[in-house]
């Protein structure tokens, strides 16, 4: 088992910042995968960032170029930095684990996720 908790989410204003984390305990945290994701109401929760066991990483368009995602092994901590945001950032973040050394993209990849964290960017 894997248990996530998110923190860091909060309020700020459209070309501001914020970072999150993920601290992880339960499992050994360097051969895992891990990723972000993001969820507004009414619509499905959809795939922010991933890092794999060897800090290769991979972003959706959206967030490419102003998000970085990284880890640090040795605090069992997955972050994710996020620059010049804007309003259609806003939504709740989760963070999520894989049982696998390599990301995915997909939901249905990550068996295990935090309580999520809320985001919001005012304009």
């Known amino acids: 088992q894997v248990q996530l908790v998110e923190s860091g989410g909060g309020l700020a204003q459209a070309g501001g910042s914020l970072k999150l984390s993920c601290a992880a305990s339960?499992?050994?945290?360097?051969?895992?995968?891990m990723g972000w994701f993001r969820q507004v109401p009414g619509k499905e929760r959809e795939f922010v960032a991933a890092?794999?066991?060897?800090?290769?990483?991979y972003y959706a368009a959206s967030v490419k170029d102003r998000f970085t995602i990284s880890r640090d092994n040795a605090k069992n901590t997955v972050y994710l930095q996020m620059n010049n945001l804007k309003p259609e950032d806003t939504a709740v973040y989760y963070c999520?684990?894989?049982?696998?050394?390599?990301?995915?993209?997909?939901?249905?990849?990550?068996?295990?996720w935090g309580q999520g964290t809320q985001v919001t960017v005012s304009s």
């Open positions: 999520a684990a894989r049982s696998s050394k390599f990301s995915d993209t997909k939901r249905s990849a990550y068996p295990y």
């Open positions: 339960g499992r050994t945290f360097s051969s895992v995968a």
């Open positions: 890092i794999n066991y060897a800090s290769i990483t």
